[in-house]
Each structure stands twice: as structure tokens, then as C-alpha cells.
Nanobody
Framework: QGQLVESGGGLVQPGGSLKLSCVAS???????????MRWYRQAPGKQRELVAL???????NYPDSVKGRFTISRDNAKNTVFLEMNSLKPDDTAVYYC???????WGQGIQVTVSS
């Protein structure tokens, strides 16, 4: 079994930055380094959307909506994936989720609110 736990969310002003962390634990994550890790977000009344992924080789991919502002990275020694978010906009307000699809695992989600 496995668990993903997000941290680092909160309230930030437009133009500000936040860095989210997601720690993976449990036996299924003994091969964490082999998993593609993803960050999703879901705003009220909207569908959940992918905002970043990083594959086992460390190669990232982003949708146009966050490209150039968000950076995903991973530390395989600590079973952790990060999402650094810069130049935040009110439209970035959402609950952010960490996902390991190959492990069938989702985090519980963490709120990010961008507001003045």
C-alpha cells in the first residue's frame, strides 16, 4: 500500500510564489523513482486538470496555462515530488493534488488561494 501527502499550500497574493511538496510512503513506493508523478488541480465548479508531470527520467511536461510559471521536480532519495509555482494568478486558486497513476494513488489535496 501507499500514501501521498501534500504540504506547502496556503494563501498568497497575486504575483507571489508557493512551493508544494508531496511525500510518498509505503511499500508500493519502494520503486518511487520508476513512477511518473503528476500534479493536478481542481477549482470550484471545474474539472480536475493536469498542471505538471515528471517522468522517471526527470523530464517535465506542462500545459500552456502554467508553462514558464510552474516547475515540477523530484527527489527520489526522499520519495518526494515538488511543484514550484511563481507569478501566481487568482485563476490558479484550486485544490492541488499529487498523483502516482501507476501506483493508483492520490494525495488528499491541498488548498492554494491566490488573492489580494
Amino acid at each position: 500500500q501507499g500514501q501521498l501527502v501534500e504540504s506547502g499550500g496556503g494563501l498568497v497574493q497575486p504575483g507571489g510564489s508557493l512551493k508544494l511538496s508531496c511525500v510518498a510512503s509505503g511499500s508500493i513506493f519502494s520503486i518511487f523513482r520508476l513512477y511518473t508523478m503528476r500534479w493536478y488541480r481542481q477549482a470550484p465548479g471545474k474539472q480536475r486538470e493536469l498542471v505538471a508531470l515528471i517522468d522517471s527520467a526527470g523530464d517535465p511536461n506542462y500545459p500552456d496555462s502554467v508553462k514558464g510559471r510552474f516547475t515540477i521536480s523530484r527527489d527520489n532519495a526522499k520519495n518526494t515530488v515538488f511543484l514550484e509555482m511563481n507569478s501566481l494568478k487568482p485563476d490558479d486558486t484550486a485544490v492541488y493534488y499529487c498523483n502516482a497513476a501507476q501506483a493508483g494513488s492520490w494525495g488528499q489535496g491541498i488548498q492554494v488561494t491566490v488573492s489580494s
